[in-house]
Nanobody, 115 residues
Framework: QVQLVESGGGLVQPGGSLTLSCAAS????????MSWYRQAPGKERELVLS????????FYANSVKDRFAISRDNAKNTVYLQMNSLKPEDTAVYYC????????WGQGTQVTVSS
């Protein structure tokens, strides 16, 4: 079955950086468009960035433009999210999933940006 395991979150000061990882299994990762989503407290889950199987990034949220970058390693079935210049409003639980998303979601990884 589909498994999505996110990791790498934590507490970081404003302006800091974090790299998230997502290990995927149970589907053909190498041909899937993968995405990072996030859900802030009291808000709906939103799509942050996507990456196609060829490595192009057709979608990104305006709020993360020029600060976040998505990448993937098809040999490791892993997708990454490099987050720079973090802001308090980036605080959320971050999830990875396919695009379109599976009905299954992993546990996510908490990112807290605070001084």
């Amino acid at each position: 079955q589909v498994q999505l395991v996110e990791s790498g979150g934590g507490l970081v000061q404003p302006g800091g950086s974090l790299t998230l990882s997502c290990a995927a299994s149970g589907f053909t990762f190498s041909s899937a468009t993968m995405s990072w989503y996030r859900q802030a407290p009291g808000k709906e889950r939103e799509l942050v960035l996507s990456i196609t199987w060829t490595g192009s990034t057709p979608f990104y949220a305006n709020s993360v433009k020029d600060r976040f970058a998505i990448s993937r390693d098809n040999a490791k079935n892993t997708v990454y999210l490099q987050m720079n210049s973090l802001k308090p409003e980036d605080t959320a639980v971050y999830y990875c999933n396919r695009l379109p998303a599976f009905s299954f979601w992993g546990q996510g990884t908490q990112v807290t940006v605070s001084s």
